[in-house]
């Protein structure tokens, strides 16, 4: 449906409407598709609405978010609120996940040899670029795949190419990236991409 200011001369008011009776109805085409073919594409509606049938919907429809944000069981799903222990918890979480990162990053320096005589070394360099590539994988890779396939196999693979065990860097990454996700995706509600399974 189409909505004008109530002061909009009716020239322009007939003037508009053409237009988006043309556009809606798809004799527009636009980077060779039509709105229409765009909607159907995005599954959603083409129903074009005019004048007072237009006017009964957004009466109609009105009416019926009235009811909706006026029930009672809107009224609890509002009331319910976060608590007051939700956000401390959280940063908990975050703290013993910084903490055990910290634990694990101590033990492989402990095993790794001394180098404290060279600046730069090979082995650093190559360590570098492996990060700067698992950057790039995830830009190219995660918004077919899903963030958590996408980072978990990153992650699990650099962990492993600096020296953990392959069976603590896979406990690292079933632990930490579903957690990072729902804590992002699901709690704050932070967009990440889906990918092919959903998640």
């Known amino acids: 449906g ?17 237009a988006m009776k043309k556009i809606t109805s798809g004799e527009a085409v636009l980077q060779g598709k039509t709105f229409p073919e765009y909607m159907q594409a995005a599954g959603l509606s ?18 019926t978010l009235g009811k909706l944000l ?7 799903m509002s009331s319910r609120g976060t608590g007051p222990l939700v956000f401390p918890a959280m940063l908990a979480v975050a703290s013993c996940v910084i903490l055990v990162c910290l634990a694990v990053q101590k033990k492989v320096h402990a095993l790794a040899p001394d180098v404290s ?17 698992g950057i790039v994988a995830y830009l190219l ?16 693979l650099l962990l492993w190419k600096f020296g953990t065990r ?34």
């Open 2 to 18: 189409l909505a004008l200011p109530l002061d909009t001369p009716q020239p322009i008011v007939d003037k508009v409407s053409r």
């Open 46 to 63: 083409t129903r074009y609405r005019s004048d007072g049938e237009f006017a009964g919907f957004l009466k109609s429809n009105d009416q």
């Open 70 to 76: 006026t029930s009672d069981a809107f009224a609890q």
């Open 117 to 133: 005589s060279e600046t730069v070394t090979s082995q650093g360099i190559v360590n570098t670029i492996l990060v700067l590539l």
């Open 141 to 156: 890779f995660a918004e077919k795949i899903g963030f958590v396939l996408t980072a978990g196999t990153i992650l699990f």
């Open 166 to 199: 392959w069976w603590m860097s896979a406990l690292i990454t079933v632990c930490f990236i579903p957690g990072i996700y729902t804590l992002f995706a699901q709690l704050l509600r932070v967009p990440l991409p889906r990918g092919l399974l959903g998640w």
